[in-house]
C-alpha cells in the first residue's frame, strides 16, 4: 500500500539553512513603515494553519488591528504597563531598561492580537482533560510556526508581551472565553542582525547550552 504521496527528503543542505533560519528569528522592535502585500501574509496565515494542536483542536483566534483607535489603546495599556515595568527594576536597571527601543506598536505596519479559544469543541477534549492548558500551549506554537515562516519571508515579528491581558480583551472585545496569548507586531525589519537586540545592547546575554538533558 502507498499513501499516495512522495516522501520529501530533507537532506543535511536544507537542514543547515533551518537552523539558520532559526537563529535569524529575531524578536524585532525596530520596523520599517513599508507596507506588507496582503497576498502574502495571507500565505503565512496559511501555513501557521498547519501548525499541530491537541487534538487538532486549532484554538487559536486572530484579531488584526487595523484601526488607528483600537492601536491607540492598545499602546495606552502598553505604556501604562512599560511604566510599572520599569520602576519594579533596580535603579540601575530601571536606566537600562528606559534604554531599550519598543518601538512596535509605532511603526509595525500589521498588529495582531492571538487569542486561545478555551471553549473550543473542535478535537472533543482529547488530550487536554488532565492537561486543559494544552489549548495555550498549542496557539504558542502556532505563533511559533507562523514566526518562522515570517522570517522566511523576509519579515520581522515582534511579540508585544508588556500589557495587560485583560485590558486587551476589553479593547478588542474579545469573546469572554478567548484568553490573550500573544500580541504580535509584523512587518519589514528595518535593520537585520543575528543577535538579539536585548543580547547587543546588554540587557541579558544567551546562557550556555550546558548539559541540554537531565538524565534521571
Not at 495599556?77 to 520599569?86: H, L, P
Not at 528595518?190 to 541579558?204: A, I, V, Y
Request: proline residues 6%.
Amino acid at each position: 500500500m502507498t499513501c499516495g504521496f512522495n516522501q520529501p527528503v530533507f537532506d543535511e543542505e536544507f537542514r543547515t539553512r533551518l537552523t539558520t533560519l532559526i537563529a535569524w528569528r529575531r524578536d524585532v522592535r525596530r520596523f520599517s513603515d513599508r507596507p506588507v502585500p496582503e497576498p502574502l501574509i495571507e500565505s503565512l496565515l496559511d501555513i501557521a494553519q498547519l501548525s499541530p494542536s491537541v487534538g487538532n483542536s486549532q484554538p487559536w483566534r486572530w484579531v488584526r488591528v487595523d484601526s488607528a483607535p483600537k492601536r491607540a489603546e492598545i499602546r495606552a495599556i502598553f505604556t501604562t504597563c512599560n511604566d510599572a515595568a520599569r520602576m519594579a527594576q533596580s535603579s540601575e536597571r530601571a536606566r537600562a531598561y528606559a534604554s531599550l527601543k519598543l518601538e512596535g506598536l509605532d511603526r509595525a505596519p500589521l498588529q495582531f492580537a492571538i487569542f486561545c479559544d478555551q471553549a473550543t469543541g473542535q478535537g472533543f477534549g482529547l488530550g487536554r482533560h488532565t492537561m486543559p492548558e494544552m489549548l495555550e500551549y498549542s496557539t504558542v506554537a502556532m505563533v511559533s510556526t507562523f514566526w518562522l515562516a515570517a522570517r522566511a519571508a523576509d519579515l520581522g515579528v515582534g511579540w508585544i508581551s508588556i500589557l495587560d491581558p485583560q485590558k486587551v480583551c476589553h479593547a478588542l472585545d474579545a469573546a469572554p472565553h478567548w484568553k490573550l496569548v500573544a500580541y504580535l507586531c509584523v512587518g519589514w525589519p528595518e535593520t537585520n542582525h543575528l543577535d538579539p537586540e536585548l543580547e547587543r545592547f546588554g540587557w541579558q546575554c544567551r546562557t550556555s547550552a550546558g548539559r541540554k538533558v537531565e538524565i534521571r
